[in-house]
């Protein structure tokens, strides 16, 4: 008999943000694994155990929860935001091909979520409007040198540009060094929103420029979008402004 | 008197992707906007009238949605996917600012929604599981050396690629040739995955090379994936293969 896993993309937090799928995926499952804080969030239910894990254990969560699936359980793996993106899904991936063939044959399902770019560029406009790009500030699985070169990548492309985990407490230097990057390809007065929690009542969503964006607060919850330079801010009396990127481009003369 | 406009994403197509929020939203709005396929999606409402518009009609659909909310009407616009990405909310954002000042007194909200990337993604493993870009293939609003620079910065910088709008009865070179072009940067095994109507009854997913992805059919409702030289195949006997990208990245030596 083989079980049933199940990674479920949560979204940014707040359950408005659950798909039908997700709901009913978390309602299905025998055994819950995740990051506490993300199985905090989630109503207990009898006959459902729960397993927590810490926040750099992604490798030995996927093991634990696959050779569970693996017993006959109906598994379910909780991620923030996408599965997909920066989260649980690779790490399953790469487990079930490491590990023992009976792994392959058990059913696997990734359950889509909304991932912290699209809801932050929901509560301040359309920056996403136009080609973008989702990087990862963290240098702990890639050389810093190779995020360097993503960002002269796709600032001098004409990307918009959604970093993910731009500081941790191990790592506070490198999104200082990432903005004075992009200076070097885009205007000081580029749009950048910085949206943290977005959806929980703790949610900050904060509007500056390229120039201003280092001095700015931000952390693992932070997702930070730096617009290109065809961006456009839309100053509303009344009410916050919008920052969104036009739907058509002219040729980058960078 | 001012009235709200909500900029709604459906998903990919099937219930099962709704977000609590688009729920929520779509049954509290007086009017409904959008593309009419995606309005016949979405069962009829006693006292909510509807307005479907034809595909190209962004612009026109924005501004009469907004003139109506400023009526005072609670209205909502209707966006597949995720309204931010390659859809209805930038060409929001441009008519507000190009419209009356009444336009930006008014309660604009997003809501956002699952995009394609994410949903096809899901269905083959983790292609996204690394730095990535989303791309629309679309000359119509870029010219098309715009979007070659976007493939050549893009792949040999190590991002995952995802393709936006691959392919239309009046642009039917332009996927081959950029095809052709993610060649000169990418080995020929490179796993590409195209799929199409994920989550409607005519869904398809199919896992290729780069070496053969030309020769795929490809239409506007197909999303295609192309992954980099570290993505990896994971082969499952009685079960469809995942395609994932690790976590991990060396150096690019391109």
């Known amino acids: 008999m083989s079980g049933r896993l199940t990674v479920v993309g949560l979204g940014p937090g707040d359950p408005r943000y659950l798909t039908a799928e997700a709901v009913a995926a978390l309602g299905a499952a025998q055994a819950l694994y995740g990051y506490g804080p993300y199985l905090e969030r989630l109503p207990p239910r009898p006959g459902q155990s729960r397993h927590p894990s810490d926040n750099r254990e992604e490798s030995a969560r996927a093991a634990a929860a696959l050779r569970h699936a693996a017993d006959g359980a109906d598994v379910a793996v909780v991620s923030g935001g996408d599965p997909g993106v920066f989260a649980m899904a690779a790490?399953?991936?790469e487990e079930i091909e490491?590990?023992?063939?009976?792994?392959r044959a058990l059913d696997v399902v990734f359950v889509p979520g909304i991932t912290a770019m699209l809801a932050v560029a929901a509560r301040i406009g359309a920056p996403l409007g136009h080609d973008f790009c989702a990087l990862s500030l963290?240098?702990?699985?890639?050389p810093w040198d190779l995020v360097e070169r993503r960002l002269d990548a796709a600032a001098s492309a004409g990307f918009v540009i959604a970093l993910y985990n731009p500081v941790s407490r191990a790592r506070p230097w490198q999104f200082g060094s990432a903005v004075q990057r992009l200076?070097?390809?885009?205007?000081?007065?580029t749009p950048?929103?910085?949206?943290r929690a977005?959806?929980?009542?703790?949610?900050?969503?904060?509007?500056?420029?390229?120039?201003?964006?280092?001095?700015?607060?931000?952390d693992m919850a932070t997702l930070v979008i730096v617009g290109t330079k065809e961006s456009r801010v839309v100053l509303?009396?009344?009410?916050?402004?919008?920052?969104?990127?036009?739907r058509a481009a002219a040729e980058v003369n960078a």
């Open 91 to 93: 790490a399953i991936c």
């Open 98 to 103: 490491a590990g023992p063939e009976s792994w």
């Open 138 to 142: 963290s240098d702990n699985l890639k």
């Open 183 to 189: 200076r070097w390809h885009l205007p000081a007065a």
């Open 192 to 195: 950048v929103v910085f949206g």
């Open 198 to 218: 977005v959806g929980r009542p703790d949610e900050s969503v904060r509007l500056t420029t390229l120039a201003e964006a280092a001095a700015v607060p931000a």
């Open 236 to 246: 509303r009396p009344g009410r916050s402004p919008l920052f969104y990127t036009p």
